[in-house]
């Protein structure tokens, strides 16, 4: 099935993604371009600092810092696992007084995105006593990062995903129950959540595809 193809070659690239990262306490560069919020587009080599959420851009050994504040995305390839990396700024309104700007890396992206936030504290610092020191059997990049759904400007944790995203999924989409039962996907488990809103995604655009063909006779 080709929803199932696409989503596992996509749980392969977050792994090796996940792992990369996870593997190297040095700052590494990459490639990659940087959106202010001015439009302007900055381009160099890429360093993302996820434990100061700052994004650094070198050029000719100059290099420059910017923060959520000043950025609305940026991307950068890295070269040697063939992986592109696109981040966006997203505002997470904590409270009616309280928002914060953060760089969001995106898992997917449609009507509704899936995006994902790394934890501050490296999984490979035993001085931590990160949890994923503590227990070899946990996915590290599950433990490392946070998961987030995002739609209509508001991020969802995963953990509710099953109680505010599900229910909106399924009103707009009835063939989505269908498709969770005969797949049997879990609506807590991360990967099923991605599947499910890939597959929303993608009837969704088929939905929006028809009704143009329907609207232009």
Not at 108 to 118: C, F, M, W
Not at 181 to 208: A, C, H, W
């Amino acid at each position: 099935m080709k929803t199932i193809s696409i989503f596992s070659a996509f749980i392969f690239t977050l792994a090796v993604s996940a792992n990369a990262q996870l593997s190297n306490s040095t700052t590494d560069w990459y490639p990659g371009v940087i959106i202010l919020e001015n439009t302007e587009v900055v381009k160099g080599d890429i360093s993302y600092d996820y434990s100061h959420d700052i994004v650094m851009c070198k050029i000719d050994d100059v290099i420059k810092t910017f923060t959520p504040h000043q950025v609305t995305a940026f991307k950068y390839y890295e070269e040697s696992e063939n992986l592109f990396h696109d981040f966006v700024t997203l505002t997470n309104y904590i409270n009616p007084r309280y928002q914060q700007k953060a760089f969001y890396e995106v898992v997917l992206e449609g009507d509704i995105s899936y995006v994902r936030k790394r934890n501050k504290y490296p999984a490979y610092n035993a001085k931590e006593g990160y949890l994923a020191n503590r227990n070899k059997r946990l996915n590290q990049h599950k433990v490392c990062y946070e998961y987030f759904v995002h739609y209509e400007n508001e991020l969802i944790k995963s953990k509710s995903f099953k109680r505010e995203v599900l229910p909106i999924m399924q009103n707009k989409e009835r063939s989505l129950h269908t498709y969770m039962k005969k797949n049997q996907l879990r609506p807590y488990d991360i990967g099923d959540q991605i599947e499910l809103v890939e597959y929303f995604n993608l009837t969704s655009d088929m939905r929006e595809q028809t009704a143009k063909k329907i609207s232009l006779r």
